[in-house]
């Protein structure tokens, strides 16, 4: 059974940094390409970043670049979001997701929340 | 960057009746790489369609998907109790790499 499971979330104060991971078991994380997409409090879902499964190509939203990193392990089978210089618009449920058929997200994991505030 | 705009954004329907959705590109989305999802309160999304057209694994027949180029719709034949829920369509293939509509809310009428 394919599994997905964030952790690091939490409350951080404007300008400080978080590590979001995501543990991914029940498939092959090594062939699969992997996104962090966040969802702000009662809004919808905005995509934050893409990692091919490699690690060689690496995409950002506008809103992160710069400010955030993405990267894998795969001999850990574990995706990372570093977070830098956090906004209060950065507060959200960041969810991991694989990537499938036609680059739909198949499976995601249940989320991990994300409060920056003072 | 596409824009996908979907409407209408709250559509109030009872069990048993036909729900139509539709999700607007503001730009032709490339071979088909549009999906739509299922969203209950406090879950994760939930793969329904991808490839425009093609059932996730374990979706039943009842939801559907059409549409090409510009223009898709999600269609539900007959709203099941737990079919209540927010929809999104979201592209891939172009950059952004993937982007979202704003949903719809399919409540209970």
């Known amino acids: 059974e394919v599994q997905l499971v964030e952790f690091g979330g939490g409350l951080v104060q404007p300008g400080g940094s978080l590590r979001l991971s995501c543990a991914a078991s029940?498939?092959?994380?090594?062939?699969?390409?992997m996104n962090w997409v966040r969802q702000a409090p009662g809004k919808g879902l905005e995509w934050v970043s893409y990692?091919?499964?490699?690690?060689?190509?690496?995409y950002y939203a506008d809103s992160v670049r710069g400010r955030f990193t993405i990267s894998r392990d795969n001999a850990k089978n574990s995706l990372y979001l570093q977070m830098n210089s956090l906004r209060a618009e950065d507060t959200g449920v960041y969810y991991c997701?694989?990537?499938?058929?036609?680059?739909?997200?198949?499976?995601w994991g249940q989320g991990t929340l994300v409060t920056v505030s003072s | 960057e596409i824009v996908l705009t979907q409407s209408p954004g709250t559509l109030s329907l009872s069990p048993g009746e036909r729900a139509t959705l539709s999700c607007r590109a503001s730009?032709?989305?490339?071979?088909?790489?549009l999906a739509w999802y299922q969203q209950k309160p406090g879950q994760a999304p939930r793969l329904l369609i991808y490839?425009?057209?093609t059932r996730a694994t374990g979706i039943p027949d009842r939801f559907s998907g059409s549409g090409s180029g510009t223009d898709f719709t999600l269609t539900i034949s007959r709203l099941e109790p737990e079919d209540f829920a927010v929809y999104y369509c979201?592209?891939?293939?172009?950059?952004?790499?993937?982007?979202f509509g704003g949903g719809t809310k399919v409540e209970i009428k």
């Open positions: 997701a694989r990537d499938g058929y036609y680059q739909a997200a198949g499976y």
């Open positions: 029940g498939f092959t994380f090594s062939s699969y390409e």
């Open positions: 990692i091919s499964s490699s690690g060689i190509n690496i």
């Open positions: 730009q032709s989305v490339s071979s088909g790489y």
């Open positions: 490839g425009a057209s």
């Open positions: 979201q592209q891939s293939g172009s950059s952004p790499r993937l982007t």
